[in-house]
């Protein structure tokens, strides 16, 4: 059956009906981009640059990252390829940041919230994004992470502006990238008529949407049977984004584990969802079953 996939991994997501829906995939590092190309993906829908950071005993370089960036951005040409900045925190922590674990890590200190005191590490991110993206046949997209409120994404969208002087006064080569936030938290979600307006795309995180939206820990066994992606709760929600994102014109994707099932495939389908970024396989899989769904 793979094989039988793999054989028409070239052709595009679109029903007999002709909806036409654009498959992403998520990664994590160079090789799964790779991987990515080989399975037909049309584009990186959420790059974890937190993975880069992982093994590393400090903080990557910005000429490391420019490589890797471009590197990715190559493999996929003028696909586009969409890096999430830093999301780390109490969770998800790096042997060289010094961030306290806090009671409840989920709700603590973590995604953009550490961004004004790690200046220097989200700076060095964005400046090797913009420069990176100075090669014209590249389409490098910047995401940010855990966003709450207006004031956040002022902030954010003034940083790349203030970095985008610096680079110019430096005489560095650079070009602005398409700016984008996750809505995975229900503030963001609320908020999404106001937010939406703000950047250039969105990507809706159902794995922190749902695990917010229903106060269940997604890593907790505990409650694992809780956790509902397809709460009607969660559908809700998603559905509100999708519809104010069309309201203001602002490209909507999601690239939450939601897009990596059948039933999450079959809810988004019939949304105005411009595109469903997947992880590892399963793209396969969503393709075949987008080609033979009726609307
Ligand atoms: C999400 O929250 O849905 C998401 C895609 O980001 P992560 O799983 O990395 O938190
Ligand atoms: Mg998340």
């Known amino acids: 059956r793979r094989q039988h996939l793999l054989e028409k991994s070239c052709l595009p997501a679109v029903t007999p009906d002709g909806r036409r829906i654009r498959l992403f995939s998520n990664i994590g590092s160079l090789d799964e981009a790779k991987v990515a190309l080989q399975l037909g993906s049309e584009g990186i829908g959420l790059f974890r640059t937190e993975f880069l950071y992982a093994e590393k005993p400090q903080p990557l370089a910005e000429q490391e990252l420019i490589e890797v960036f471009g590197a990715v951005?190559?493999?996929?040409?003028?696909?586009?390829?969409?890096?999430?900045?830093?999301?780390?925190?109490?969770?998800?922590?790096?042997?060289?940041?010094?961030?306290?674990?806090?009671?409840?890590?989920?709700?603590?200190?973590?995604?953009?919230?550490?961004?004004?005191?790690?200046?220097?590490?989200?700076?060095?991110?964005?400046?090797?994004?913009?420069?990176a993206n100075a090669v014209e046949s590249r389409d490098l997209r910047i995401m940010f992470p855990m966003v709450i409120s207006q004031e956040e994404v002022e902030w954010l969208i003034e940083l790349v502006?203030?970095?985008?002087?610096?680079?110019?006064?430096?005489?560095?080569?650079?070009?602005?990238?398409?700016?984008?936030?996750?809505?995975?938290?229900?503030?963001?979600?609320?908020?999404?008529?106001?937010?939406?307006?703000?950047?250039?795309?969105?990507?809706?995180?159902?794995?922190?949407?749902?695990?917010?939206?229903?106060?269940?820990?997604?890593?907790?066994?505990?409650?694992?049977?809780?956790?509902?992606?397809?709460?009607?709760?969660?559908?809700?929600?998603?559905?509100?984004?999708?519809?104010?994102?069309?309201?203001?014109?602002?490209?909507?994707?999601?690239?939450?584990?939601?897009?990596?099932?059948?039933?999450?495939?079959?809810?988004?389908?019939?949304?105005?969802?411009?595109e469903i970024s997947i992880s590892g396989e399963y793209i396969l899989e969503a393709r075949d079953l987008i080609r033979n769904m009726s609307m």
């Open 73 to 131: 951005a190559d493999i996929f040409e003028d696909k586009p390829v969409i890096v999430r900045t830093l999301d780390v925190g109490g969770d998800k922590p790096l042997p060289w940041l010094d961030i306290p674990a806090g009671d409840n890590p989920f709700l603590g200190y973590r995604g953009i919230r550490i961004y004004k005191e790690f200046i220097d590490l989200i700076t060095c991110q964005l400046r090797a994004l913009l420069r």
């Open 161 to 274: 502006h203030t970095i985008e002087s610096s680079l110019t006064e430096e005489g560095l080569a650079y070009r602005h990238c398409l700016l984008g936030i996750m809505i995975e938290t229900p503030a963001a979600s609320l908020m999404a008529d106001k937010l939406a307006p703000m950047v250039d795309f969105i990507s809706i995180g159902s794995n922190d949407l749902t695990q917010y939206t229903l106060a269940v820990d997604r890593g907790d066994t505990a409650v694992h049977h809780l956790y509902n992606p397809l709460h009607p709760a969660v559908k809700r929600s998603i559905e509100h984004i999708i519809a104010e994102a069309g309201c203001y014109g602002t490209e909507v994707g999601l690239c939450g584990e939601l897009g990596g099932t059948r039933e999450g495939i079959e809810f988004l389908a019939f949304l105005d969802i411009d």
